[in-house]
């Protein structure tokens, strides 16, 4: 409510004051502020965002490097960025001339209308061309002063969609084509290619439409990155008395802003991102490539914001809030190539290698995709994208302005619910699917088989030396200890485990600690890593947790919503004998993993997601 002192004044200069409207320098304003962005290669971040939203499959970008006044180094002179998607229409070139005018539509990420300025960043004056085939329209920008124009006319023919590939008049491009044409105002060093692709691999991380970005230089193709989708199935939401014995999954923010869907609405989905790349800039270099498999998790979500929340974010975003939305969460990312290759010296090297490893992230580095990744970490081994509202260079989620700061909060909170069911979802398949007892079997007759050959290659060498029969009474000695030690571990193994521990410390007084005692008394289950086993630790430790950064509230919502979903069920674990929930395994000590005890997890299994099993799932240890 405002003073009577400020009514009085206002009311005083409304009576004789005079009006001036408010002048914007526009070239200060693009220059301080609309294209001086946090991030590296934010120009082409704004640029991919406008092509997934206009439906593109398919971006090129087209870079021309020339010699450089300075030691003659290569540097970029211009850059054609385009993308197949729809054409502009007349309402996209309208809001390409006003600065702050966001997509209305409550589908789509933009929502303050600046990110087309960052290609002021790199160049003076850009150039769009856009249209169906042949009757394609342009628009120039350029400066008056201080103050930016723009003028718009039909595209010449046969000049503009000039692809790598027209270069051969044998081809034939018939794409309509959106382009941006960026001469560079100060020639720049090409950047490095493998860095490069890493940043565009992993813009494609949760494009809807976007599955394919080229790069040239100088009209060669360089770099070409396929994202493919392998299979996708449906998650479960697990129900009262459901083989977890839980009571069902809460699946609604704590105010109920936000609900996930049912049935179809929740999906699991694999995913390819392939990558080949010259080994070096000459057109005669070869391509090498490399793929990996990403696994996702998407959900349908329904919103019911308050009205005083939507009046106050409407006059933030210029928008309504969307009645539905998407929410991604990227699982983990893993190399299916053949061990043999994954492990030579040759494909540790590969440029292509390099890129498809940096795919997936580490434990505690998932970062926060609006539309395309931004500087917020999850605190996860995960990524999230949602339609959070971001500061307006998008690098952060707004929690400064209260209502924002509700909404945001309870959209992580319901993503955190998505990412707990995800996990419930890939461990029962995991758990399904593995026939542990068959692999534990079929091991056990192959290390019997090894004792035997090693056993006669023994007897082998005994006959050999010349002491055999002194050879033959210490053999029989220390046989018969290990016999006895032996019959032991085997008696322990029945069940009588209240007095191991006592015997553990007993024994070793009276041996002494070598190596096969230690191997008696401390068995290491040392069978081989399964397939499911290795895919259960890929997905713990995805959700092995750190601080997010720099916001630790994103952490805190995600974490709460995870907590939520199925608060009376710990997560599950992947034990000896196939899945169980954290608080039902067991975390053995001094190997008692292999005495067969039920629900026992492995040690290689703790070693590699330790924090997931001690934090998130809470398996007690054995005493």
């Known amino acids: 409510m405002a003073s009577s002192a400020y009514l009085d004044v206002r009311n005083a200069i409304a009576d004789e004051g005079s009006d001036a409207r408010v002048e914007v320098n526009q070239r200060a304003l693009i220059d301080k502020i609309l294209a001086r962005y946090a991030s590296a290669g934010a120009v082409y971040r704004e640029l991919l965002q406008n092509s997934n939203d206009a439906d593109a499959t398919t971006s090129e970008i087209l870079i021309t490097t020339s010699a450089s006044s300075e030691g003659g180094k290569e540097v970029v002179s211009q850059v054609i960025y385009r993308n197949n998607g729809l054409p502009f229409r007349t309402q996209d070139w309208a809001r390409l001339r006003k600065i702050a005018e966001g997509n209305p539509d409550a589908s789509k990420v933009g929502a303050f209308g600046v990110g087309a300025y960052t290609m002021f960043s790199i160049c003076e004056e850009p150039l769009v061309v856009s ?9 120039a920008f350029f400066w008056k ?16 969609n000039m692809s790598a590939t027209l270069n051969n008049s044998n ?12 001469p560079s105002r100060d020639p720049y060093p090409l950047p490095d290619l493998v860095e490069f692709a890493k940043f565009l691999t992993a813009s494609l991380t949760f494009t809807q439409c976007l599955k394919n970005i080229r790069v040239y230089v100088n009209s060669t193709l360089q770099l070409n990155i396929q994202k493919t989708i392998i299979e996708s199935h449906t998650i479960e939401t697990p129900k009262a008395s459901s083989f977890w014995r839980n009571d069902g999954a809460v699946t609604s923010s704590s105010s109920g802003m936000f609900t996930l869907g049912k049935g179809a609405d929740l999906t699991q989905t694999s995913v390819q991102m392939s990558v080949s790349i010259r080994k070096d800039l000459s057109p005669k270099s070869d391509m090498e490539a490399s793929k990996v498999r990403a696994r996702y998790a998407s959900a349908m979500v329904n919103t019911k914001i308050p009205s005083g929340i939507e009046k106050r974010m409407m006059r933030v975003t210029k928008k309504k809030p969307p009645k539905e939305l998407t929410v991604q969460i990227f699982l983990d990312a893993a190399d299916h190539s053949d061990d043999n290759q994954k492990s030579s010296k040759l494909k540790r090297k590969s440029k292509a290698a390099l890129i498809t490893q940096s795919f997936a992230p580490t434990s505690g580095s998932g970062r926060i995709f609006i539309g395309f990744r931004t500087s917020q970490t999850t605190g996860l081994g995960i990524h999230l994208a949602a339609p959070l509202v971001p500061t307006v260079e998008r690098e952060a989620i707004d929690f400064v302005d209260p209502a924002l700061r509700d909404f945001n909060s309870e959209l992580l909170e319901v993503s955190g619910i998505l990412m707990r069911l995800a996990l419930e979802n890939e461990m029962y398949r995991l758990g399904t699917n593995w026939n542990w007892k068959e692999e534990r079997e079929a091991w056990e007759a192959q290390r019997e088989d090894r004792k035997k050959q090693q056993k006669e290659e023994e007897e082998e060498k005994k006959l050999e030396t010349d002491d055999a029969e002194s050879t033959k009474d210490s053999s029989d000695d220390k046989s018969s200890i290990s016999s006895s030690l032996y019959s032991f571990a085997t008696f322990m193994a029945r069940g009588v485990t209240s007095t191991v521990k006592e015997a553990v410390k007993a024994v070793p007084e009276l041996l002494g600690e070598d190596s096969e005692t230690t191997e008696l008394l401390n068995p290491i ?4 890593l399964s397939i499911a086993e290795r895919d259960a630790i890929i997905l713990m430790k995805a959700y092995c947790p750190r601080q997010s950064t720099p916001d630790a509230l994103v952490g805190q919502c995600l974490a709460k919503g995870f907590g939520r979903c199925m608060a009376s069920s710990s997560p599950p674990v992947l034990t000896v004998d196939g899945v169980a929930r954290g608080i039902d395994s067991r975390l053995t000590n001094n190997g008692m993993e292999a005495f067969g005890i039920p629900h026992a997890v492995r040690r290689i299994m703790l070693e590699n997601a330790r924090e997931y099993h001690t934090v998130i799932a809470n398996c007690p240890t054995m005493r």
């Open 145 to 160: 002063g201080d103050s930016l124009w723009t003028k718009t006319g039909k595209a010449p023919d046969g000049i503009i």
């Open 171 to 182: 081809v034939q491009d018939n794409t309509a084509w959106t382009s941006f044409m960026l």
């Open 131 to 139: 249209g169906k085939k042949g009757e394609e329209e342009a628009m």
């Open 525 to 528: 289950d040392d069978r081989p």
